[in-house]
């Protein structure tokens, strides 16, 4: 690998790091993917609850109908990438033989090469990044361990940012819960126990996180009805 590529490689996983949130994170992952494989298109797709599989994040909404015409099918590499965690390249959608109907469908819309990598960490998988290019066979082996080094930067960072976001989710939900304790230990001379056992009542009897509880709580000053 060339040293001045190197050097902008390192750049790009350091901007991917900076994301504030997983949004800003995945947009980056596209970005800086279809500049470091000079690709016409990049994508990712995310998994959620184990299953769900969305359009995240693109460049071009080339790949937009390129994911959905996939969705559609329920076959392509980027879906195979996902579930198999493996790494598929289509030299020619013209002349691939797998994904037929999705390389047809494809091929009309003026991709020609494919390569889809699975995002992922030693716990679970968390979608596949989608490089398009609109002439055929663009993608060669140095490419592909290109895309496989990006792929895990960008595995590391959306792995990074959702921890985080977790994190945060985490630390508000706590303070919302602390206010509506001190709300009904203030209101009905409770000790923190016993407000906390009346928030987790409400939350088991209303079929309601205890979040939503806590969050009704501070802004109604009413516990839920």
């Known amino acids: 690998m060339d040293p001045s590529f190197a050097a902008d490689f390192a750049e790009m996983a350091r901007h991917m790091h900076q994301g504030e949130d997983v949004g800003q994170t995945v947009e980056a992952v596209a970005q800086f993917a279809k500049e470091a494989l000079a690709c016409d298109c990049a994508g990712v797709m995310l998994v959620h609850g184990g299953k769900q599989v969305e359009t995240a994040a693109t460049t071009d909404p080339l790949v937009i109908k390129a994911d959905r015409q996939q969705m559609e099918c329920g076959q392509g590499p980027c ?3 996902i579930w198999d965690h493996e790494t598929f390249v289509i030299h020619d959608t013209e002349t691939e033989t797998r994904w037929a109907d999705w390389c047809r469908q494809v091929s009309g819309l003026g991709v020609r090469s494919v390569l889809s990598l699975r ?3 030693h716990n679970n998988t968390m979608g596949a990044l989608n490089l398009y290019a609109v002439e055929p ?3 060669d082996d140095e490419d592909i361990a290109v895309a496989t080094i990006f792929a895990g930067h960008a595995s590391v960072a959306l ?5 985080e976001s977790s994190l945060r989710k985490a630390i508000d939900a706590r303070h919302l819960i ?8 203030e209101r009905f001379n409770l000790d923190a126990d016993q407000a906390f056992a009346i928030l987790r009542r409400y939350s ?5 996180k205890l979040r939503a509880v806590a969050e009704h709580m501070v802004e109604s000053r009413q516990l839920p009805a």
């Open 119 to 121: 995002l992922f960490t």
């Open 204 to 208: 088991q009897d209303k079929n309601m």
């Open 159 to 163: 792995a990074s940012a959702r921890n």
């Open 178 to 185: 602390g206010q509506a304790q001190g709300i009904l230990m």
């Open 79 to 81: 879906l195979e990438s």
């Open 137 to 139: 066979g663009r993608f």
